[in-house]
């Protein structure tokens, strides 16, 4: 528990560090306050990089998060290009990448996620490329006009979010777009087969070509080491001018790791974002949170960042505000939009609510007679409605969600 005068530290400055940030002076902390980003570039709002933003469609001004006028007001101090190298946890002090140290009563870890790399022959090949950043999204939209300019294809590797959003946003600039996934089906970590049966053929549709099964032996490229395609193990070749990986993400845990704090596929929490030093606290897609059941869950969202940010905040100031919430997510793709709340791994029947041929629908998940998840297409009425009766534990049942004559609404306390 840090004082409510000794400094504070946060290590990031995206969505997670930013909340935090907030959190911490609205809960009364009036001491030092300092984010310490590694980008050149202020906070700013990471969703739109796979959609608006990279379809050249948002204006510069509608992507940061927060202006430097806006956290000076606060008296919150923004640095950014300064990368944190260690954490000395008996001086409660951190070193940064210019041998420069920072003293802390209290450390707040925000380090995010890095995209998996792909150990594949040619993978470092010029346009091969992943999305994290604002940079990693401005370089992928130049290869993409330039792919436009000379009609080559972009390959996504990876059926998840971020590869499908590219795909999407790709198609909507007119590349010719192949997605290799080597999984059976798209999404296969996160959506019930009938949901990505619907959207692989929501993406062949707006004709994407999808191999499912891929198995991929190596990136190729020409004599000045740029990419020209993606070879399979059964030697067809897909061709390329662009190459996306969307293959996940792993934890930036490195620094927790090394001065000894707990992780396991992440920063190690309880549900009020502790670490395993009561001077630390963390939040956002860095970290793993241990459940009452000893068994740990992930979870990367825009939610998941802020509520995790504003119980790690409280706990700095010796405060317990547990983040229970029912989790919920998002993705945006051509005129589709997916909201997910829940998790639906474990279910046992599967309800819809509606017509999956007309775009707009429910998909009810449950687990005996509870409902864990629901996943909503273009129906953001019924998603915000089902997620009030989640965070109180009410589970329609399976005729009454099936019924799309039943109003759910009457079902929420009053």
């Not at 490195?254 to 549900?271: K, M, N, P, S, T």
Request: net charge neutral; glycine share 10%; proline share 6%.
């Amino acid at each position: 528990m840090a004082g409510m005068n000794a400094p504070i530290l946060i290590i990031g400055a995206g969505q997670a560090a930013i909340m935090a940030a907030e959190a911490l002076r609205s809960g009364g902390y009036t001491g030092p306050l300092t984010l310490l980003g590694d980008e050149p570039h202020g906070p700013y709002h990471r969703p739109p990089l796979s959609k608006a933003w990279l379809a050249g469609e948002m204006d510069a001004s509608r992507l940061p998060m927060r202006t430097p006028e806006m956290l000076a007001s606060k008296n919150i101090e923004l640095r950014t290009g300064s990368k944190a190298t260690a954490i000395n946890r008996a001086a409660k002090t951190v070193t940064l990448a210019d041998g420069s140290t920072l003293p802390y009563g209290g450390l707040l870890l925000a380090t995010g996620a890095t995209p998996r790399t792909l150990p594949l022959p040619g993978s470092t090949a010029q346009g091969v490329l992943a999305l994290r950043t604002r940079d990693d999204a401005d370089a992928i939209a130049q290869r993409m006009a330039q792919c436009l300019e000379k009609n080559l294809p972009l390959v996504v590797i990876g059926g998840g979010f971020i590869g499908l959003e590219v795909a999407a946003t790709a198609r909507k600039k007119g590349l010719t777009v192949t997605v290799l996934e080597a999984a059976p089906r798209l999404l296969g970590r996160v959506l019930q087969p009938v949901l990505s049966d619907w959207y692989a053929e929501l993406h062949r549709s707006h004709g994407v070509q999808l191999v499912l099964g891929a198995q991929i032996a190596a990136v190729e490229h020409d004599t000045s080491n740029s990419v020209t395609g993606v070879r399979l193990n059964d030697g067809t070749v897909y061709p390329a001018g662009l190459v996306l990986i969307g293959i996940g993400v792993n934890a930036n845990d490195e620094l927790a790791r090394a001065a000894g704090l707990e992780c396991e596929r992440g920063i190690v929490v309880d549900a009020c974002g502790r670490t395993s030093d009561p001077a630390i606290t963390a939040a956002g897609d860095c970290t793993a949170r241990r459940l009452a059941d000893g068994s740990l869950i992930r979870l990367e969202s825009v939610q998941n960042a802020t509520e995790q940010a504003k119980s790690a905040a409280a706990a700095l100031l010796g405060q317990e505000r547990p983040f229970t919430a029912t989790p919920w997510f998002w993705s945006d793709q051509y005129d589709k939009k997916l909201q997910m709340a829940g998790l639906s791994a474990g279910a046992d029947q599967h309800v819809l609510r509606g017509d999956m041929a007309s775009g707009a629908f429910c998909l009810f998940h449950y687990k005996g007679d509870k409902l864990i998840a629901i996943e909503n297409v273009n129906s953001p009425k019924e998603h915000l409605l089902v997620r009030k009766l989640m965070d109180a534990g009410i589970s329609p049942t399976p005729q009454q969600a099936g019924d799309a004559g039943f109003d759910l609404n009457g079902l929420v306390p009053k």
